[in-house]
């Protein structure tokens, strides 16, 4: 089993950023890659970004590139979502989740694991 629990979600205007950490227990955290969704109200679970077990290898949905960066500290078990630029769009819950391969990254369905989700309001 791995636990995840996201944080650092809330309010910000439009043109801010937010930085989201997820912190992860339990089985080895470099064994899995990390990716991080993001579900608004009324739409489905969109995938946004994830990264390799190394943190070699990142990939990113069309929207947010050049926006949004994902990174990850092995010693700390901790993947980060660097958020700047944000939109009102942008609003959503956020889920961090763990799969053991980084293989069909964009596919939710390949995680196994997944956090409760951090909330992210952006006010335009």
């Known amino acids: 089993q791995v636990q995840l629990v996201e944080s650092g979600g809330g309010l910000v205007q439009a043109g801010g950023y937010l930085r989201l950490s997820c912190a992860a227990s339990?089985?080895?955290?470099?064994?899995?890659?990390m990716g991080w969704f993001r579900q608004a109200p009324g739409k489905e679970r969109e995938f946004v970004a994830a990264?390799?077990?190394?943190?070699?290898?990142?990939y990113y949905e069309d929207s947010v590139k050049g926006r949004f960066t994902i990174s990850r500290d092995n010693s700390k078990n901790t993947v980060y979502l660097q958020m700047n630029s944000l939109k009102s769009e942008d609003t959503s819950v956020y889920y961090c989740?763990?799969?053991?391969?980084?293989?069909?990254?964009?596919?939710?369905?390949?995680?196994?694991?997944w956090g409760q989700g951090t909330q992210v309001n952006v006010s335009s």
């Open positions: 989740a763990a799969a053991p391969s980084y293989y069909r990254r964009t596919d939710a369905a390949v995680y196994n694991y």
């Open positions: 339990g089985r080895t955290f470099s064994n899995y890659a």
């Open positions: 990264i390799s077990r190394t943190g070699g290898s990142t």
